[in-house]
């Protein structure tokens, strides 16, 4: 389990194997929306297979509703797979881009992205724009930092997962 970015509620992801359809993101959100659960983070793109997209799901449900989304989902047409990352050691990581006009402080940023290895993309005369990956807690600790900073922009990826291998 890990803690949201913004409260002491936890989060749980959920990858979700769908047939690559016209409509099928809209049946799962449907299912999501229709039932009143909150979704924190969604992210959908084809996988190794292009018949096939791989949604991961990040949801602020506990227990029995997260169980319930489970089961909902599978049952959906044009699911063929849903892993529930509760019980598997997992690989979590997330793409945040960041415009920061830097007013004189430019050095500093530089620095707070070296030492979280984050990469600038662009930079004018005023603004830098930076890419940082990574687990939820050190995107949380860069972000905390750059708050002192003129932050114009943040974008984020949403949540991806793979299950470590067993062997």
Do not use: W
Request: proline residues 2%; glycine residues 6%; aromatic residues 6%.
């Amino acid at each position: 389990m890990e803690k949201n970015a913004n409260s002491e509620q936890h989060t749980h992801t959920i990858s979700v194997l769908v047939e690559n359809k016209f409509g099928v993101l809209s049946r799962v959100a449907g299912l999501f929306s229709g039932r009143g659960y909150n979704i924190h983070s969604l992210n959908v793109a084809p996988c190794e297979d292009p018949r096939f997209s791989r949604m991961t799901i990040d949801v602020n449900e506990h227990g029995e509703k997260l169980d319930q989304v489970i089961k909902q989902l599978s049952k959906l047409i044009n699911v063929v797979e849903v892993i529930d990352f509760r019980s598997q050691p997992t690989v979590y990581r997330e793409i945040v881009l960041i415009r920061v006009l830097f007013g004189g402080k430019k050095q500093e940023i530089l620095e707070l992205c070296n030492i979280f290895g984050a990469k600038v993309l662009d930079a004018t005369r005023e603004s830098l724009t930076i890419e940082i990956s990574g687990g939820e807690f050190r995107l949380k600790r860069f972000l905390n930092l750059m708050q002192d900073y003129d932050v114009q922009m943040i974008t984020r990826s949403g949540k991806i997962a793979v299950t470590k291998p067993t062997a």
